[in-house]
């Protein structure tokens, strides 16, 4: 069953530790995608990858890293340098540089107390 | 820089009514457009796309949306919605540089 796993769904950790978000996909798709999403501000981009060990920032990339050593897996980072990284985050896929589609994972609520 | 509005941030309805969502977006190029919808702590589901063509895209759950070039519009609309409709939507836009721009979204309630 092909799709978008992320993991795991929801995530709470103490102020200043780093956290890693999971993504994986088995779509065998290029490119991926970290978004962030906070009531009433859509979803914002924080970093893409449209081809394994290259990634670009997104609009808000401050605050967090990622990887793409593999083609399946684009993990997500968030620092301590992060100000405010309680929020819904989600990952994406598509199966061309085109962007003619782009599929979702069920998302990670990350709450930091 | 490229946005995506969306004009209404909630939609109240009833059951059985038709309902329009508006999205416009600013580009002077050409773009590719897409509807998501999204249930609560839930990922984004694709409700339907325009990458060219007629101007009229039909989607799933019996959505569809017009693309008018000369407004820099694509909005939304249903004739008749169900209580199952209600869910917050997202208009997208995929601009230079293939990265996807979304608006703010518009939640639709839809009431008995």
């Known amino acids: 069953d092909g799709g978008i796993t992320q993991s795991p769904k929801y995530l709470f950790r103490k102020e200043g530790q780093n956290v890693t978000l999971s993504c994986e996909q088995n779509l065998n798709h290029d490119a991926m995608y970290w978004y962030r999403q906070d009531p009433g501000q859509g979803l914002r981009l924080i970093y893409y990858?449209?081809?394994?060990?290259?990634?670009q920032k997104g609009d808000i990339a401050e605050g967090y890293s990622v990887s793409r050593e593999k083609k399946e897996s684009f993990p997500l980072t968030v620092t301590s340098a992060q100000k405010n990284p309680t929020a819904f985050y989600l990952c994406?896929?598509?199966?061309?540089?085109?962007?003619?589609?782009?599929?979702f994972g069920q998302g990670t609520r990350l709450t930091v107390v | 820089a490229q946005s995506v509005t969306q004009l209404d941030s909630q939609v109240p309805v009833f059951e059985e009514a038709p309902v329009e969502l508006r999205c416009n977006y600013s580009?002077?190029?050409?773009?590719?457009l897409f509807w998501y919808v999204q249930y609560p702590n839930q990922g984004l589901q694709l409700l339907l796309k325009y990458l060219s063509g007629s101007t009229l895209v039909k989607g799933i759950n019996g959505f569809e949306a017009e693309f008018n070039k000369s407004q820099t519009s694509f909005h939304l609309r249903k004739p008749s919605v169900h209580i199952s409709d209600t869910a917050e939507y997202f208009c997208a836009v995929r601009i230079y540089g293939n990265k996807l721009v979304f608006g703010a979204g518009t939640i639709l309630r839809v009431k008995s």
């Open positions: 580009s002077s190029v050409s773009v590719y």
């Open positions: 990858s449209q081809i394994v060990n290259d990634f």
């Open positions: 994406a896929s598509s199966p061309d540089r085109e962007l003619t589609e782009a599929f």
